[in-house]
């Protein structure tokens, strides 16, 4: 069963819809829900670090979502889904992620030319092959909406970056876990592609 | 006089061209990438690939979308005698196949040995539709195109075959595609929605008419509707083109189908016969479609073909001159038949075509030069046009 993880951070219809277009018939769960029939699981997010850290410890969902995560199953992380794969964020003072991944979660620099947030198209410089990227090629576009950025401490965890003003990980991997800071069910045909790519992983890379 | 490229002649009035600075056009220059940059020995092992990866699994090993016409038939020739595919053949008939075509079908699918799915649609929808199309993009054969490229889809998912393989990429004629980048054509419907379907969706084409068409049924148009993504995802559905996969040759292929299946060519109105017998034998009212194009663009067949002589070098430009010269921008003997199909009279028609004209083309609608007919002109459908009559009457 492919799974959309529902706490209450944001719309899931777009998330939803992708999935169902690619063929497949996600199920939206809650953190009340036992995730041993999930196969794929995904984390969809928008809104504050801050909140849905306490969110994620004030349940129990922390210790399900590590616990699915070391299970091998493959886990995707959007935007915010994505940011609480780190060990901490700083977005409404510091607190923890989930530490799938080690490193941060910080504010992008305003400057002359850089509004954040960045929202709308731009870019992913791919400098990683990984199985849920199989067909999409080298500086496609994909929507962005964020104002905060991660910061990975291990290079090999970077599978494609975005330039800016500065130049952040836009798409982050590890073992069976992949993140977007884009949002893959916004971006046509190439997020179509990522998320059925996805919904066929095994979780290996 | 139109701007032409200095290698092919085709004009600037023609779909997706550009020139660059030494006059050449992109149709040209993605040939030669064609020839010179691809791997096709690499390309032929990954259909190889292809085709196992979807062999005995299903019903069919896959879907051959069938005109009968010299690509798909050595589609079909390819794909059953070299590669020993189970295909399941599926024709659409969008209502003008000759007698010729129909005797070579049956040939082919005789001699190969083949299951075949034949689907004619309703003939008063596809008068409604080809005088809409007619109208709205001086194009009429919005029925054919549509039908064509997506009830084989539709048929794909009925017998839960995901793997359709078509024949020619559209890359040999125009650039809504190319060779370049290595990327490979998808049929898909992006596709569909990018050229084939001229911009027309069949919903759209349900608005379109429903408010003058008796007894319009919106299931009517289901043959020309592109199935839905999730339906041919749920399949797993794969449809690619074989000449993507192994460099397209018309004149080798157009040889070894003779040879091998007995297939024959025919008169094609407004075509030298001894040059081109290969080409668009399968609808007659290929005439009609390449007088409208003259008409509206300044070029017909006779230039397509020989752009593509010339571009594989093996015609001289004064040969491609004088036949478009002797042969280009006559008026076919089956005006007479479409007119009468759709129930209007040749002013209409003209002043329809005017409409849609390509600048800086200046068609001239007052040249009245005939066409020859062909040997079956005689034995084509008629409709008997009132208009005309009546015109003839008073």
Redesign the interface.
């Known amino acids: 069963m492919i799974a959309i993880l529902d706490l209450n951070m944001g719309n899931l219809n777009s998330i939803y819809n992708a999935i169902y277009e690619s063929g497949f018939d996600p199920e939206i769960v809650t953190k009340d829900d036992d995730l041993s029939e999930v196969s794929h699981l995904v984390f969809p997010g928008v809104g504050h670090f801050n909140a849905a850290s306490k969110n994620i410890y004030d349940s129990t969902i922390d210790k399900t979502l590590k616990g699915y995560a070391a299970s091998g199953r493959p886990l995707m992380g959007i935007c915010l889904g994505m940011q609480l794969f780190m060990e901490t964020g700083t977005e409404g003072g510091l607190s923890n992620g989930l530490g799938l991944i080690e490193g941060t979660v910080n504010k992008i620099e305003s400057r002359k030319g850089v509004r954040v947030p960045h929202v709308g198209w731009n870019n992913a410089d791919i400098i990683i092959e990984h199985p849920v990227l199989d067909g999409i090629k080298k500086d496609r576009d994909f929507y962005f909406t964020h104002s905060y950025a991660v910061s990975c401490s291990n290079k090999k965890d970077v599978v494609a970056t975005t330039e800016y003003g500065e130049v952040f990980p836009c798409i982050i991997a590890k073992k069976n876990f992949i993140g977007f800071q884009f949002h893959p069910e916004k971006s046509q045909i190439n997020g179509l592609k990522i998320i059925e790519n996805f919904c066929r992983w095994d979780g290996a890379c | 006089m139109l701007k032409r490229c200095n290698k092919c002649g085709l004009p600037e009035t023609y779909e997706t061209i550009e020139f660059n600075n030494e006059g050449v056009c992109n149709i040209c220059t993605q040939n030669v990438y064609k020839r010179e940059k691809i791997d096709w020995d690499s390309r032929e092992a990954m259909f190889g690939d292809i085709i196992e990866e979807y062999r005995g699994k299903y019903d069919y090993d896959c879907i051959v979308p069938f005109s009968g016409g010299k690509d798909s038939t050595y589609t079909l020739w390819k794909l059953v005698t070299h590669y020993k595919v189970k295909p399941l053949v599926v024709q659409f008939n969008h209502g003008f196949m000759r007698p010729t075509l129909n005797e070579n079908n049956i040939k082919t699918f005789k001699k190969l040995g083949v299951d075949v799915v034949s689907f004619t649609p309703n003939w008063k929808i596809v008068k409604r539709l080809m005088l809409e199309a007619l109208v709205r993009k001086g194009d009429f054969c919005w029925h054919c195109h549509t039908g064509i490229f997506s009830y084989p889809m539709h048929i794909a998912i009925k017998y839960n075959v995901p793997l359709i393989i078509w024949g020619e990429p559209s890359s040999e004629y125009t650039a809504y595609y190319d060779y370049k980048?290595d990327e490979i054509e998808q049929v898909d419907e992006?596709r569909f929605n990018r050229f084939v379907n001229l911009g027309i969706t069949a919903e759209d084409m349900y608005g379109m008419i429903k408010d003058d068409t008796d007894g319009l049924d919106v299931r009517d148009l289901n043959p020309y509707t592109y199935p839905k993504?999730?339906?041919?995802?749920?399949?797993?559905y794969r449809s690619i083109c074989l000449g993507s996969y192994i460099p397209w040759n018309v004149k080798k292929q157009s040889e070894l189908i003779q040879n091998e299946l007995g297939w024959k060519g025919d008169q094609v109105e407004g075509m030298p016969w001894d040059v081109y017998p290969y080409e668009k034998i399968e609808c007659s009212m290929q005439g009609v479609r390449d007088y409208i194009k003259y008409l509206k663009r300044g070029y017909g067949r006779v230039t397509q073909m020989t752009a593509l002589d010339l571009r594989n070098g093996v015609m001289d430009k004064e040969v491609a001159d004088r036949l478009i010269e002797e042969y280009e921008g006559k008026k076919p003997r089956s005006l007479e038949l479409f007119l009468g199909y759709l129930g209007i009279s040749e002013d209409e028609f003209n002043k329809v075509v005017a409409k849609t004209v390509v600048a800086p083309f200046k068609p001239d609608f007052d040249s009245n030069q005939w066409c020859e007919k062909t040997w079956d002109f005689d034995q084509w459908y008629k409709e008997d046009n009132t208009k005309i009559k009546e015109n003839k009457g008073a």
């Open positions: 980048d992006t993504l999730r339906d041919l995802k749920k399949l797993g």
